[in-house]
């Protein structure tokens, strides 16, 4: 991708400075022969100064490189826009699925997979379900598969907490919405990566989550960590993420960033934008920090183990 582009800077950049030495060597020859030193002196102190200051610009941008691989303000439509990542070697110590486990691996964002509208009743949704409780720290999540909700410092199960009053709550039309939304995503990382989709199975957790800036209170609100899902969740061999708002307008901070090696590569939310991804060691990532602002998202997972699947969530 774009590591062509950096090396290629770099190149003219260390000619320069050759060239500059080249330059200074003549100029040396040429005045020792003049026997005039003083503008020679100054000349190789400006040449040194300006390697320097290449080789601190270059070795700075290095260390803090980063790639917006699909903005907020694109509308990326009809195709998703793939990038393939070489799979990580630990699918050797997996246990392989036919037409699930992945072959191919890398990431991938559509934003013509569910609708604004979409994304906006499911962002009501979350928002209705959150308000019920929430984190003290900045990061709540509320799981409608399991029914957890953050409540405070710890959990609490909504079906359980709230009983019969959830269906004020929630609706058969939200809850239908959901799977959906989900069989679509489902449909579209499986022609993406070339799997059988009925071979992919919903796996958990699968959960809303709700992020403003205030800080962690414990360590469930730390949601900026690089981190692994395969390694983290296990069972998960495909990642997807369905944003309900939108980067730079609904908050800031709170990119998706994908961690390699030789640069952090974004993606910024937008509300109904999907960016899905294969689980392994080829997609370490972190989210930024939000900086202002609330950003809603729904994770959404895959497994390959029919072990680890679970059904859709539903109303008790
Ligand atoms: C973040 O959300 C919590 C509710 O979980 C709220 O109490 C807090 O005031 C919000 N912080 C900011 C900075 O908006
Ligand atoms: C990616 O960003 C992290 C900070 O989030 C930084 O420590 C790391 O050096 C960056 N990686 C590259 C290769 O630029």
């Avoid at 399991?146 to 609706?171: C, H, P, W």
């Avoid at 796996?203 to 730390?222: C, G, L, M, V, Y």
């Amino acid at each position: 991708m774009t590591v062509q582009r950096r090396g290629n800077t770099k190149g003219p950049d260390a000619n320069g400075i050759e060239k500059k030495i080249k330059r200074g060597n003549a100029l040396r020859q040429a005045s020792a022969w003049r026997g005039s030193r003083g503008p020679l002196l100054l000349l190789l102190g400006a040449a040194a100064l300006c390697g320097a200051a290449g080789w601190l610009y270059v070795s700075s941008w290095d260390g803090e490189i980063t790639e917006t691989l699909v903005s907020r303000g694109e509308l990326v439509t009809p195709k998703p826009r793939v990038y393939t990542v070489q799979c990580s070697e630990d699918y050797e110590n997996y246990k392989r699925y036919p037409g699930c486990t992945p072959q191919r691996c890398g990431r991938a964002v559509t934003d013509s997979v569910v609708t604004r509208e979409e994304a906006q009743a499911l962002r009501r949704l979350a928002e209705r379900g959150l308000a019920l409780a929430g984190s003290e720290g900045g990061a709540s999540i509320l799981d409608l598969h399991s029914g957890a909700l953050s409540m405070g410092k710890q959990f609490v199960n909504i079906y359980r907490y709230f009983g019969d009053q959830i269906s004020e709550v929630f609706t058969q039309e939200d809850f239908q919405l959901y799977r959906d939304v989900r069989g679509r995503i489902q449909a579209v990382i499986a022609e993406t990566f070339g799997l059988d989709p009925s071979l992919m199975y919903l796996t958990k957790p699968t959960f809303f989550s709700r992020i403003n800036s205030t800080a962690a209170k414990t360590q469930h609100d730390e949601y900026w960590h690089p981190h692994i899902d395969k390694v983290t969740y296990g069972s998960f061999d495909y990642t997807s993420l369905l944003y309900l708002s939108d980067y730079g307008s609904d908050f800031t901070g709170g990119r998706f960033i994908f961690m390699d090696p030789n640069g952090n590569r974004t993606v910024e939310p937008r509300q109904g934008r999907v960016s899905f991804f294969s689980s392994g060691s080829e997609n370490l990532h972190r989210v930024e920090k939000v900086t202002w602002g609330t950003r809603y998202a729904i994770t959404v997972s895959f497994t390959c183990d029919p072990a680890h699947g679970i059904s859709d969530p539903d109303l008790p």
